[in-house]
């Protein structure tokens, strides 16, 4: 048994190392054919261009951060704020119906909610916003914001509830309100728990895909705007993936390249959120 278990856990590590592997090796091609210098900091990313060709990922990078700078402005607040009345003002009974329905969002195939996005949430905002194009990085933002709205909150109320209620009683007790309570008392008690949630939600609103490529389009722009159409990384892989670019073409070798630029950002995030819950957890 002793063996069959490490055989199982070493499954999940040669996976890994094989797919690094790969994104290394190919990615090493592209390199060979696109200088590195051009493909770090270029501002125009026109692979499709017959004459002349450019990979300066820029533009995909901006495009990816967009939308994650939107979703994250959706989910942290609500999130929090769920999570607080979660944990400190809902009932236990109250507490076993709503958590579960929040959960369920998180099981909502993305497609579903990339459709969400381009036929009720883009048409909702063009009623606001009567220049927003219908691709564009803010409903996807949105949407990929309820996407992991359930993450941010499930966690961050596991966070809330491992804080002992003693301190609360404490607060209480000095003439604190249950608001007070939460805010200044248990936030603070259990913020390594919510920011290691608010940096595994970024991860995942960075390696979102379905939303963006179906919602923000495939125009890859170097600005700041989100009323256009705009593509992601993970957009960008997903029209190479479809067949517009033969097998050992300069574009298909990009794909690799820009996976290993989302793995990398992922892998940052991953580790950012390993520091944070041990820089900044408290033990009782």
Do not use: C, H
């Amino acid at each position: 048994m002793p063996k069959l278990l490490f055989i199982t856990a070493l499954v999940s590590v040669l996976a890994t190392v094989g797919i690094v592997f790969t994104l290394i090796f190919e990615t090493v091609e592209f390199f060979r054919r696109v200088p590195f210098i051009d493909y770090i900091f270029g501002t125009e990313w026109m692979p499709f261009s017959g004459t002349n060709p450019t990979y300066g990922i820029l533009p995909l990078i901006v495009g990816t951060l967009k939308v994650t700078a939107i979703a994250m402005a959706v989910a942290v607040p609500l999130g929090l704020a769920a999570a607080i009345y979660l944990s400190e003002y809902a009932s236990e009974s109250v507490r076993k119906v709503i958590k579960p329905i929040l959960e369920v969002l998180a099981g909502v195939p993305t497609i579903v909610y990339g459709f969400f996005a381009l036929t009720f949430v883009t048409p909702l905002l063009q009623e606001i916003i009567p220049g927003l194009k219908i691709f564009n990085a803010l409903s996807p933002g949105i949407v990929v914001g309820i996407m992991i709205l359930p993450t941010i909150a499930s966690l961050s109320e596991d966070a809330m509830s491992s804080v002992p209620k003693s301190m609360r009683e404490g607060a209480l007790a000095l003439g604190s309100t249950k608001l007070e309570v939460a805010l200044k008392i248990v936030v603070p008690a259990a913020l390594s728990g919510i920011l290691a949630s608010a940096v595994l939600g970024i991860s995942r609103a960075i390696g979102e895909t379905m939303i963006v490529s179906l919602a923000g389009g495939a125009t890859p722009k170097f600005d700041g705007q989100v009323t256009d159409s705009i593509q992601t990384m993970t957009a960008y892989i997903v029209q190479v993936s479809t067949g517009d670019a033969g097998y050992g073409t300069t574009i298909y070798y990009s794909i690799y390249a820009v996976g290993f630029t989302l793995f990398i950002f992922t892998l940052l995030m991953n580790l950012i959120a390993g520091f944070i819950s041990k820089r900044f957890r408290e033990e009782y």
